[in-house]
């Protein structure tokens, strides 16, 4: 499945809108204004929460936390030393390394990356399909967790975002 993600320019906090390929509005991203961290409500379209994601803010490196069903299902952590490429593990279940665990890698900042588990690719990220600013395609594998893939995908926007206002 594809989606088209962008964040909204004009709005208090991080928001995001997420449609699916045929234009139609499929989750919203409530990102709040006044927190310490980042923290931010992934929502259908019903504003029924589906992963709650909060920036952890003594961890080395940018981490962050996914809740699903009032319990963590995933963090997601970049790795600070790398080789010319950004790299961001998610330790899924975030219970340790499990054959589960997912490799995002590429070319972070230009939006062009993978996600790929096992050397596999699962769902890929690209900017390169449209022509306006801050928005990108993500394209998912049938069968992968699309609300996963994609709340992951926020998280890297929100740290590519971060590094450059620094």
């Not at 234009?23 to 709650?52: C, P, T, W, Y």
């Not at 990356?113 to 998912?140: L, M």
Request: with cysteine; net charge negative.
């Amino acid at each position: 499945m594809r989606y088209i993600m962008k964040q909204k320019l004009w709005a208090m906090g991080n928001d995001y809108t997420i449609k699916d390929e045929g234009g139609n509005d499929h989750f919203f991203v409530d990102g709040k204004a006044f927190s310490f961290g980042d923290q931010l409500s992934f929502q259908d379209m019903a504003r029924n929460e589906l992963i709650f994601i909060r920036q952890k803010l003594l961890a080395w490196g940018p981490t962050y936390e996914l809740h699903q069903n009032g319990g963590p299902s995933a963090i997601v952590k970049k790795n600070l030393w790398t080789f010319m490429r950004d790299r961001f593990t998610i330790d899924v279940g975030a219970d340790g390394p499990t054959p589960d665990d997912i490799e995002i890698q590429g070319d972070i900042w230009s939006h062009e990356y993978s996600f790929n588990r096992s050397g596999q690719p699962i769902a890929q990220v690209s900017e390169k399909w449209f022509s306006w600013a801050d928005t990108y395609g993500v394209d998912i594998a049938p069968g992968e967790d699309d609300v996963l893939i994609l709340a992951c995908t926020v998280v890297v926007d929100l740290c590519v975002e971060k590094e450059r206002r620094h």
